[in-house]
């Protein structure tokens, strides 16, 4: 694996610089670097982890995207929140084309 160079840039969250990568119509950003598995084409986002898309947004500790499919696999304090409400779980996955979530038990709060 190695650290994602292009696209890049620093996005200024709450008085605090983060790294982000732009994926598309995604961003996903982290404490850590992003990095990027050419081999598996994942790009990996720790501490902090968040994927935004159009109409939700996905934090979890770690969060791995997977460019093939379009899949975000969350681990460790997963929120999910999107125009409905809001999830919260321990993992799951969010199929980003479909604009689902997948999780074996989860807690919601509706806005």
């Given amino acids: 694996m190695v650290p994602l160079q292009q696209p890049k840039l620093l996005l200024l ?3 605090i610089m983060a790294p982000v ?3 598309s119509a995604l961003a ?3 404490d850590q670097p992003v990095v990027y598995d050419h081999k ?3 790009s990996i986002a720790e501490g902090n982890a968040e994927l ?3 109409d939700a947004r996905l934090q979890a500790d770690r969060i791995c995207y997977v460019t093939e499919n379009a899949k975000g696999l969350a681990d460790g304090r997963v ?3 999107h125009a409905l409400g809001r999830i919260a779980s321990n993992s799951g996955f969010y ?3 479909d604009k689902t979530f ?3 038990s989860f807690r919601m709060a509706a806005f």
Wanted: proline share 0%.
């Fill in 52 to 54: 935004l898309s159009d």
């Fill in 95 to 97: 199929y980003v084309n």
């Fill in 13 to 15: 969250i709450g008085g």
């Fill in 79 to 81: 929120r999910l929140t």
């Fill in 28 to 30: 996903l950003s982290s």
């Fill in 40 to 42: 598996t084409r994942t």
């Fill in 102 to 104: 997948a999780v074996d």
């Fill in 21 to 23: 990568c732009i994926l």
